[in-house]
T-cell receptor, first 116, second 109 residues
Framework: GAVVSQHPSWVICKSGTSVKIECRSL??????MFWYRQFPKQSLMLMAT?????????EQGVEKDKFLINHASLTLSTLTVTSAHPEDSSFYIC????????????FGSGTRLTVV | QKEVEQNSGPLSVPEGAIASLNCTYS??????FFWYRQYSGKSPELIMS????GDKEDGRFTAQLNKASQYVSLLIRDSQPSDSATYLC?????????FGPGTRLSVLP
């Protein structure tokens, strides 16, 4: 089955520093990957759609200069949280779907980011 | 705006009972429907998919789809405490993939 690997699983960083989160599709090629953020007891919130070889599409209200997305290959997308602040502390989850579009998305295991 | 709606819950059922989770969607062009389970602090995992009207059974889970009513449900038979989680309904038209807000299920021992 489709497997999406996400690293790191958790990270603690100081305010003002940047953190990079990687999302890899292990056994399929993903032209599109998605980045979500989830605060405690809240639903998934789509942050951006990552497209291989082109710019990401950001949802309204998501700062593209703060959340840098790079999708350089068909199996890797990265999310960099720049100049992190405590309010950026959240659970970040990536997902990808196999080509065809009608199949379900596979989620990475998530990254819990704590900014201190 | 394509919408997927679910009752946020919590839905509480006793152990061994049937849990019924419901989802409605707004886009009549939707083709595929999915149920994900998310445990607290974990990422969602796919448990069921359904593409045509009717019922689809997989173990203790049954997904039901009614495209005319734009309604999809998930039944969990013989509910166990380990089924306690948030269940997310997701719908796609082949291009856009939209999640519902999730229903929190609590199975009481």
């Amino acid at each position: 089955g489709a497997v999406v690997s996400q690293h790191p699983s958790w990270v603690i960083c100081k305010s003002g520093t940047s953190v990079k989160i990687e999302c890899r599709s292990l056994d399929f090629q993903a032209t599109t990957m998605f980045w979500y953020r989830q605060f405690p007891k809240q639903s998934l919130m789509l942050m951006a759609t990552s497209n291989e070889g082109s710019k990401a599409t950001y949802e309204q209200g998501v700062e593209k200069d703060k959340f840098l997305i790079n999708h350089a290959s068909l199996t890797l997308s990265t999310l960099t949280v720049t100049s992190a602040h405590p309010e950026d502390s959240s659970f970040y989850i990536c997902s990808a779907r196999q080509q065809g579009g009608i199949y379900g998305y596979t989620f990475g295991s998530g990254t819990r980011l704590t900014v201190v | 705006q394509k919408e997927v709606e679910q009752n946020s819950g919590p839905l509480s059922v006793p152990e061994g009972a049937i849990a019924s989770l419901n989802c409605t969607y707004s886009d009549r062009g939707s083709q595929s429907f999915f149920w994900y389970r998310q445990y607290s602090g974990k990422s969602p995992e796919l448990i069921m998919s359904i593409y045509s009207n009717g019922d689809k059974e997989d173990g203790r889970f049954t997904a039901q789809l009614n495209k005319a009513s734009q309604y999809v449900s998930l039944l969990i038979r013989d509910s166990q405490p380990s089924d306690s989680a948030t269940y997310l309904c997701a719908v796609t038209d082949g291009q856009n993939f939209v999640f519902g807000p999730g229903t929190r299920l609590s199975v009481l021992p």
